[in-house]
């Protein structure tokens, strides 16, 4: 049963260019959350997908990032015009459904440098 | 907003010595969870605690929920090189999105 699965792994963009990071999660789950962190902070929190739906977006820029959970493939969280303080490790996470209060399951993470 | 506070941020100790860990929490939680992450890694779910005064063991590590349900700790005893790494707590509040707001860590080092 594969984990979450995040790529690309690393990914260097020049700034103003634009970053799309996949996330497919674990089968079976139908939950995915996306978090940011910065070299040796925690873990801020930015989107809470369901399949073709947000349910919580309140820790995203209001600018230049978007993220979407479609019907079909993978969730994809989107930074465009990147600038250098997008550098960051972004991970992504499922669960396996709403009101679910278990864990959590990460994926291995997506490292974004913007030169 | 909803915030999660961990102290100490960072903590040093000899192999073999005993520590605890705090987290507070701004709001009352419907569940706490422990998370670890080692250097380089990605976090791994260690626990949860869903009852007030919840108590539960992993083997040297021993975590606690608080009364009101706004504070827990994480224990460790006798510890260990493998132990090094940051742990993080994240907490969901009562009647929110669901959301897991996560502290800023605890990063241990152990010198052997």
């Known amino acids: 049963n594969a984990g979450v699965m995040q790529n690309p792994r690393h990914l260097v963009r020049r700034r103003g260019q634009e970053a799309r990071l996949r996330c497919s999660p674990m089968k079976g789950h139908s939950h995915v959350y996306w978090y940011r962190q910065l070299p040796e902070e925690g873990l801020k929190f930015m989107v809470y997908l369901q399949k073709e739906n947000i349910i919580d977006e309140s820790g995203m820029p209001k600018e230049r990032f978007s993220a979407e959970f479609p019907k079909e493939g993978p969730s994809i969280l989107r930074i465009q015009q990147v600038v250098r303080g997008d550098s960051a490790a972004y991970f992504c996470a499922s669960s396996r459904r709403q009101g679910d209060t278990g864990e959590l399951f990460f994926g291995e993470g997506s490292r974004l440098t913007v030169l | 907003g909803q915030q999660v506070m961990q102290i100490p941020q960072y903590q040093h100790v000899q192999e073999g010595e005993d520590f605890t860990t705090y987290c507070n929490s701004s709001?009352?939680?419907?569940?706490i969870q422990w998370y670890k992450q080692r250097p380089g890694g990605h976090p791994v779910f260690l626990i949860q605690l869903v009852k007030s005064g919840e108590v539960k063991k992993q083997k040297r590590l021993t975590f606690q929920f608080g009364e009101a349900k706004k504070n827990s700790s994480l224990h460790i005893t006798a510890t260990q090189t493998t132990d090094v790494g940051t742990y993080f707590c994240a907490g969901m509040s009562q009647g929110g999105s669901e959301k897991l707001v996560f502290g800023k860590g605890m990063k241990l080092t152990v010198n052997p």
């Open positions: 709001t009352t939680l419907s569940n």
